[in-house]
T-cell receptor, first 110, second 114 residues
């Protein structure tokens, strides 16, 4: 079942600006992951944050996790046109299956 | 060159026909997954397998079948019982040992029912 829900559904910004997208989920998790999908392609893993972590960085990506609010945010700094894609959060609970949200569609214009 | 391959990239099927989508991985991953993605939607889990000769239904297994005879392969059959099979199908794999749940995805197969 889809547990994660991203917000906004779509986001349009200019190159150089920061992009922030949010994810809310419903049940307790072991970790939360963010994936990117370019149009018509498979998903690429970006970053994983565990339930006992509050913030994590990877290059221009910054992820936060608030387990009390059951929410996470993904910040992409200094966006580039190549960042144009759909971004999905996925939660891992028990077992090895992930629950994906519907995604945020990001458009970065030159 | 390690990774996950899916074939074919595009597949067309007539109503009433069964069709099998291929997924192969050479990452030595234990678990494999099949997801369905509809336009503007997230991924929904069809089936997954944590070990050879074993698999579990996901959220939308009706009309689909799988097999896991080899660690490297996890083919998905879309049967005529699936009422609305036109979608983008994604296969993924996961190394279950170690402290990570990161899934690696194939490029996908777009199935269109004519």
């Amino acid at each position: 079942s889809q547990q994660g829900e991203e917000d906004p559904q779509a986001l349009s910004i200019q190159e150089g600006e920061n992009a922030t997208m949010n994810c809310s989920y419903k049940t307790s998790i072991n970790n939360l992951q963010w994936y990117r999908q370019n149009s018509g392609r498979g998903l690429v893993h970006l970053i994983l944050i565990r339930s006992n972590e509050r913030e994590k960085h990877s290059g221009r990506l910054r992820v936060t996790l608030d387990t009390s609010k059951k929410s996470s945010s993904l910040l992409i700094t200094a966006s580039r046109a190549a960042d144009t894609a759909s971004y999905f959060c996925a939660t891992a609970s028990s077992g090895y299956a992930l629950n994906f949200g519907k995604g945020t569609s990001l458009l970065v214009t030159p | 060159d390690g990774g996950i391959t899916q074939s074919p990239k595009y597949l067309f099927r007539k109503e009433g026909q069964n069709v099998t989508l291929s997924c192969e991985q050479n990452l030595n991953h234990d678990a494999m997954y099949w997801y369905r993605q509809d336009p503007g939607q997230g991924l929904r889990l069809i089936y997954y397998s944590q070990i050879v000769n074993d698999f579990q239904k996901g959220d939308i297994a009706e009309g689909y079948s799988v097999s896991r005879e080899k660690k490297e392969s996890f083919p998905l059959t879309v049967t005529s019982a699936q009422k609305n099979p036109t979608a983008f199908y994604l296969c993924a794999s996961l190394k279950t040992s170690g402290n990570t749940d990161t899934q690696y995805f194939g490029p996908g197969t777009r199935l269109t029912v004519l």
